[in-house]
């Protein structure tokens, strides 16, 4: 027998995906709902609004960092997440792992099995190759951060299905943010039609730098793709170069030299 939900848990959670999706349409440009513009709000008393914005503009670095969510902001928010019909089905939920300030993100498709069992993303044999890809591009596993598009597991490692990404896809932009890298790699076809809203094939837009917002793209192959198909590695290998020395131009310096 199914027992009933607490109605005050279901009102949390459905405020708490509302505020994640009106957060995400504020991200993209978003500044009305479809039913009419928002007014502005009123100045306060006895502040001059225009000297506050003058004030505020002199520094929008500041700014833009006080406006940044924290990745533990994050996952508070994601909770025990039940926004999709992945919920009953997984272990844990995989959040991302790594250094919160990391300059190079690592953004794959969802959990496999050893993921799911574990917590962490890219744990298994896919994962045991990015940590030797990372290890060769001179940086460390805890010195970048890693996540996938979903945070759940999707039964037999399907595909994602596209309601199972709108549920997840506000918390990826917000650890993107959260993070704000200098590059993202986007591992596989998901990742990548995901930040770059294309429907091309993964082979079209591998090492060709792409835009997500402001960061810089660069898509290639999954590590699960190179263990059955290994004569592409050559192929990432020369995107991971790219990257390499984007980084180096931007003044990001590695933990080790790179294996070029």
């Known amino acids: 027998m199914t027992s009933e939900r607490d109605p005050a848990e279901e009102l949390a959670e459905l405020v708490s995906g509302f505020r994640v999706h009106l957060e995400w349409q504020a991200r993209a440009g978003a500044s009305a709902v479809p039913a009419g513009a928002s007014p502005a709000p009123p100045a306060a008393a006895g502040i001059d609004v225009a000297q506050v914005d003058a004030d505020s503009a002199l520094d929008p670095s500041d700014d833009a960092a006080r406006a940044r969510p924290t990745l533990e902001q994050v996952r508070a928010d994601l909770g025990d997440c039940k926004r999709c019909k992945l919920a009953p089905v997984r272990k844990n939920i995989v959040f991302g792992v790594g250094d919160p300030r990391a300059a190079l993100m690592f953004v ?149 030299p790179a294996k070029v």
């Open 108 to 256: 794959g498709e969802a959990p496999g099995a050893e993921e799911d069992r574990r917590g962490e993303p890219f744990v298994g044999r896919a994962g045991q190759l990015l940590d030797k890809m990372i290890e060769a591009m001179g940086w460390t596993r805890d010195a970048v951060y890693i996540a996938n598009v979903l945070k759940c597991r999707p039964p037999g490692n399907r595909n994602p299905q596209p309601d199972e990404v709108a549920a997840c896809e506000p918390f990826l932009a917000r650890q993107i943010d959260a993070i704000a890298p200098r590059v993202i790699v986007t591992l596989g076809k998901p990742a990548a039609h995901l930040l770059l809203h294309t429907t091309a094939p993964i082979s079209a837009l591998r090492g060709r730098w792409q835009s997500y917002r402001n960061f810089r793209v660069m898509p290639t192959f999954h590590p699960a793709f190179l263990l059955r198909s290994p004569e592409r590695k050559r192929d990432t290998w020369a995107d991971l170069k790219q990257v390499i020395a984007e980084l180096a131009r931007l003044g990001v310096a590695t933990p080790r």
